[in-house]
């Protein structure tokens, strides 16, 4: 969920990371005109890298279809999230206040209290810009 749009990951292009032949994280994301949204990041190996690597290839695949902007939405409760994505050049752009409330009519299965006892309410977005590849016209 994000936004209050339900998504179905499946029929998402992703990324797949493998360490030593091992799948060790998966990303999925979906592009709409010039802006890209991270819908999924799963990691199995913290701190080997495959998050930042996912993160890349997703911003790479974006840009080459022309995205100017990667985005994702997180929750409030969220905060490895929110310190692994800021370090890696994100921007918090928003906060959607009591947006998971909306999202938990649609889905459910959304817990009203989320990681380290915080309860689950806002949906926090955060962007990173991409700029064009050195190659592409007009890239400076």
Same mark, same amino acid.
Request: net charge negative; with cysteine.
């Given at each position: 969920?994000? *936004? /209050?749009? =339900?998504?179905?990951? $499946? !029929? @998402?292009?992703?990324?797949? %990371?493998?360490?030593?032949?091992?799948?060790?994280?998966?990303?999925?994301?979906?592009?709409?005109?010039?802006?890209?949204?991270?819908?999924?990041?799963?990691?199995? *190996? /913290?701190? =080997?890298?495959?998050? $930042? !690597? @996912?993160?890349?290839?997703? %911003?790479?695949?974006?840009?080459?279809?022309?995205?100017?902007?990667?985005?994702?939405?997180?929750?409030?409760?969220?905060?490895?999230?929110?310190?692994?994505?800021? *370090?890696?050049?994100?921007?918090?752009?928003?906060?959607?206040?009591?947006?998971? %409330?909306?999202?938990?009519?649609?889905?459910?299965?959304?817990?009203?209290?989320?990681?380290?006892?915080?309860?689950?309410?806002?949906?926090?977005?955060?962007?990173?810009?991409?700029?064009?590849?050195?190659?592409?016209?007009?890239?400076?």
């Amino acid at each position: 969920m994000s *936004r /209050g749009v =339900a998504h179905d990951t $499946t !029929a @998402l292009p992703g990324v797949i %990371a493998l360490l030593d032949g091992e799948r060790a994280g998966v990303a999925t994301y979906r592009i709409d005109g010039r802006e890209c949204e991270l819908v999924t990041l799963d990691s199995v *190996r /913290g701190g =080997a890298g495959v998050g $930042t !690597a @996912l993160v890349d290839a997703v %911003a790479e695949a974006a840009r080459a279809e022309g995205a100017e902007r990667l985005w994702l939405i997180t929750t409030n409760d969220n905060l490895r999230a929110l310190r692994f994505y800021q *370090r890696s050049g994100f921007d918090l752009v928003a906060v959607h206040r009591d947006a998971v %409330a909306h999202s938990r009519a649609l889905k459910p299965s959304i817990p009203e209290v989320g990681l380290d006892g915080i309860p689950i309410r806002h949906e926090l977005e955060l962007e990173l810009p991409l700029p064009p590849p050195p190659d592409a016209p007009g890239a400076g």
